[in-house]
């Protein structure tokens, strides 16, 4: 039987002047009496989150989002980068294209394992090196946020396809998440998803990510009551979840999934248990057009 806690996110402040003065973080060598961003936060408490272990199979990835997954992955040799990039991701582009069965391309263009560690330093800063090396392990994200406006999504496209970016963008394009636990089993530390038809785009804010190899934004989102959130508790090793970035499309429910991770309450906790430890793969999804 699927059960409910409650939990605190983190958004971001509507503030008066994210009207004439874009949302911004900078990931390169700051200029002289710049800041590294003008983000404000505010920690919200007291929301409500809905586990589906049990229904996860109710979820739909054009319905809600998201949409859990057995996976059936067969590679563990995540600390070597190359074997990722030879042999893991082209598995992931595989599983993608079998979940989603209109998909007719998948193109894996990064990743990024991820880890639980002591709680003073889940804030500690990152440097513009640290964002440039797959090999640094980034502590769980902690602000409710999508991953790419179609700005980027689109950029992406024409970055890391560009002799064939013209055509796939007549067509429908996706930008999906897989993220999934490696190793053992994810009790705390969830991925928190919420139902993509719960998401008023007005919410949503685009900030700036500047850094040394790619200039985009992606979206953060205010605090709304009217946020359906999801997770799925003990998450296994098999097991993971697809989730939408963007959709260029406009006939489904569900255009974007914003997403968070979130400490769990500790009455939900067994007092012994091995810290996260997770891999994301960003996709761009290519399909046909969708009918006018």
Excluded at 44 to 49: D, E, K, L
Excluded at 89 to 105: D, T
Excluded at 129 to 157: C, G, Y
Aim: include cysteine; hydrophobic fraction near 35%; glycine fraction near 4%.
């Amino acid at each position: 039987m699927s059960q409910s806690t409650f939990i605190q996110l983190r958004f971001l402040k509507p503030l008066e002047k994210y009207q004439h003065e874009k949302p911004y973080w900078l990931f390169v060598a700051k200029p002289n009496e710049a800041d590294m961003t003008n983000v404000a936060l505010e920690a919200v408490p007291g929301i409500h989150v809905h586990d589906v272990r049990g229904e996860e199979e109710n979820y739909k990835l054009d319905e809600h989002g998201f949409q859990f997954v057995s996976h059936g992955l067969d590679f563990e040799a995540f600390h070597d980068n190359q074997r990722i990039e030879r042999e893991y991701l082209p598995q992931v582009e595989e599983m993608i294209l079998k979940n989603i069965p209109y998909a007719e391309k998948v193109f894996v263009f990064n990743w990024r394992v991820r880890k639980e560690v002591g709680e003073e330093q889940m804030n500690d800063p990152i440097s513009p090196a640290q964002i440039q090396d797959n090999s640094f392990v980034f502590t769980p994200s902690q602000t409710v946020h999508s991953d790419a406006t179609e700005f980027t999504l689109k950029k992406r496209v024409k970055k890391h396809l560009p002799e064939h970016a013209d055509n796939l963008l007549k067509g429908r394009v996706q930008m999906i998440n897989f993220w999934r636990p490696i190793h053992h089993e994810v009790r705390n530390w969830p991925l928190i998803v919420c139902d993509g038809r719960s998401t008023p785009l007005k919410n949503l804010v685009a900030v700036d990510q500047i850094g040394r190899r790619f200039v985009g934004d992606l979206y953060y989102a205010t605090y709304d009551p009217g946020y359906k959130w999801h997770y799925m508790s003990s998450m296994r090793v098999d097991e993971g979840v697809l989730f939408k970035c963007w959709d260029t499309g406009n006939k489904s429910p569900s255009k974007v999934c914003l997403h968070s991770s979130c400490g769990m309450p500790k009455e939900t906790l067994p007092e012994a248990y091995q810290p996260r430890l997770s891999i994301e793969c960003r996709a761009l999804v290519f399909s046909a057009a969708e009918d006018p």
